[in-house]
């Protein structure tokens, strides 16, 4: 009991976090004047006399400390910026303008902060250049330090004296034709141990990538989209385990049909099925909120879950279960973890192949699986749980997608540190 007190004591936390952030979401959305929005893409709509300007619904963060936006147009004189602002910054001024924002300006390569007049600072941008800006939070004097990039190089950075729950994302026009592609969720580099840049793929944390490019913690699918057949699939390379129990991913971009799930799946699950739809797998599906487990046949489980929402999963594990590796419980090894005996693993019963079935006939029960609980949650909240048997070689987290634009921010240890 001490456990599960202790793990809903944890989801209690982040479920109250959650109920902060929906509150804000609803109070504080996406806005902007002066320009049309067509999913990523802005595109100027004014006389040239008027500002355009957008403003992000969300601040950056220590998750998400950076985004970038691609020129498409420069139209008739490429008066775009790219900055940072208060919420309440008046959509009628370029960010940079008016007191706390701060912005690059394409036209001229100058960066303005908090005034009218900018300051000589990079060259100038032009059709198919990147534009990036972030915040890092190594300064503990109350500073933001506050970089750009262009392509992908670091241009310079500045030092503001502010919070970074006041800086949002910003982009402003100022002309006829000027179109950008908006991308919130952009990753930046950090340094290895050497000094030298590289881009933290993260990708040492999945064993198996099939139709799926992950960037930093943003997973995307990279496949037709056209069938069943079309699975992108990520499956982790490490197994839950009593230390690191609960996943979260954050839909970022639904895609055409938000075909994705959440789960936990055995170690040689086949990379074209969806997690959940065959044997030694349970998933969260958010495009009808039902529940598939070793099944094509879904059960109605929860809620559908869209874009903006956030999906967990984790076990559950009995107090007497235990791992051989000690105190080091992150770095398990499902092949020598202990496994009682005498369990009925029915996640693998009924078995279609033949050589599985004598082999599990020679190795006896001793690893047949054991019954854990698993739980799944939306927005921080529960939404239900399913006693299954563990696979001998451990519950893999494992996610799928199936429609073109679909991405998703995964959190493998969101209660840990």
């Not at 910003?170 to 000094?195: C, I, K, P, Q």
């Not at 943003?218 to 037709?224: A, I």
């Amino acid at each position: 009991m001490d456990d599960i007190n202790l793990h809903y004591r944890f989801l209690n936390w982040r479920r109250r976090n959650r109920e902060i952030r929906e509150v804000r979401a609803v109070r504080y959305r996406d806005r902007w004047r002066n320009m049309s929005r067509d999913g990523d893409i802005l595109r100027y709509h004014g006389d040239s006399d008027e500002v355009g300007c957008f403003v992000a619904a969300r601040p950056l963060s220590k998750r998400r400390r950076y985004f970038e936006v691609t020129v498409n147009d420069t139209g008739v004189r490429g008066m775009i910026a790219v900055g940072l602002v208060p919420q309440s910054h008046k959509l009628e001024h370029q960010p940079g303008w008016l007191p706390h924002s701060v912005a690059f300006h394409a036209d001229d390569g100058k960066l303005y902060n908090g005034s009218t007049v900018g300051q000589q600072f990079g060259a100038k941008c032009c059709r198919g250049d990147k534009i990036g800006c972030g915040i890092s939070f190594d300064s503990d004097d109350g500073q933001i330090t506050v970089f750009f990039t262009k392509n992908g190089e670091e241009i310079g950075s500045v030092e503001i004296p502010a919070n970074p729950e006041d800086l949002y994302p910003a982009v402003g026009m100022h002309s006829l034709g000027e179109e950008v592609v908006l991308d919130l969720n952009a990753d930046w580099r950090v340094e290895d141990d050497d000094g030298q840049m590289i881009v933290d793929s993260h990708e040492e944390d999945w064993s198996r990538l099939h139709d799926v490019k992950v960037t930093g913690t943003l997973l995307e699918y990279t496949g037709k989209g056209k069938s069943i057949v079309d699975v992108g699939l990520a499956q982790a390379r490490r197994p839950l385990n009593p230390r690191f129990h609960y996943y979260e991913l954050e839909i970022t971009d639904a895609g055409e049909k938000c075909y994705i799930a959440l789960g936990l799946a055995r170690r040689d699950y086949p990379k074209d099925k969806h997690p959940g739809w065959n044997k030694g797998s349970i998933a969260y599906h958010a495009d009808d909120g039902k529940l598939f487990h070793g099944s094509g046949v879904g059960d109605p489980f929860g809620p559908r879950c869209l874009e903006g929402d956030t999906m967990g999963c984790g076990i559950m594990f009995p107090r007497d279960f235990s791992t051989d590796g000690g105190d080091d419980a992150d770095d398990w090894d499902p092949d020598v973890a202990s496994r009682p005996s005498a369990v009925q693993n029915n996640l693998y019963a009924n078995n279609d192949e033949e050589e599985e079935e004598e082999e599990e006939e020679e190795e006896g029960d001793d690893l047949e699986g054991r019954k854990v609980m698993v739980f799944f949650t939306r927005n921080g909240k529960v939404v239900g749980k399913r006693e299954v048997a563990l696979p001998p070689s451990g519950f893999y987290p494992t996610i799928g997608m199936m429609s073109s634009g679909e991405k998703v921010r995964v959190e493998l240890h969101p209660l840990s540190g």
